[in-house]
Nanobody
């Protein structure tokens, strides 16, 4: 059984920064990708960023230059550094991992950008 344990998030003013982490725990053979989706109220869940097993990172245009994803292979943990946050970044952020035996989701963490 594999679980994704998320931490981080919270409330920040526009222009501020927050970080998220996501640890994959359990019996893990291989991780193909790890990343985050987000879902704002009344909107569908959208992919934000992911990182591959060769450390290639991809971002949606809305966060390019502001968000940075990284990964620690030794602990199966992904990190998301979010800088220059905007009110439109407000959402529940869900960690996602594509493993050799399936796709897993974290419990979600709230990120609120407001003055």
């Amino acid at each position: 059984q594999v679980h994704l344990v998320e931490s981080g998030g919270g409330l920040v003013q526009p222009g501020g920064a927050l970080s998220l982490s996501c640890a994959a725990v359990g019996k893990i053979e291989h991780i193909h990708t790890m990343g985050w989706y987000r879902q704002a109220p009344g909107k569908p869940r959208e992919l934000v960023t992911f990182i591959t097993n060769t450390d290639t990172a991809k971002y949606i245009d809305a966060v390019k230059g502001r968000f940075t994803i990284s990964r620690d292979r030794t602990t199966n943990t992904a990190y998301l550094q979010m800088n220059s946050l905007k009110p439109e970044d407000t959402a529940v952020y869900y960690c996602n991992a594509d493993l050799s035996d399936g796709t897993y989701w974290g419990q979600g963490t709230q990120v609120t950008v407001s003055s």
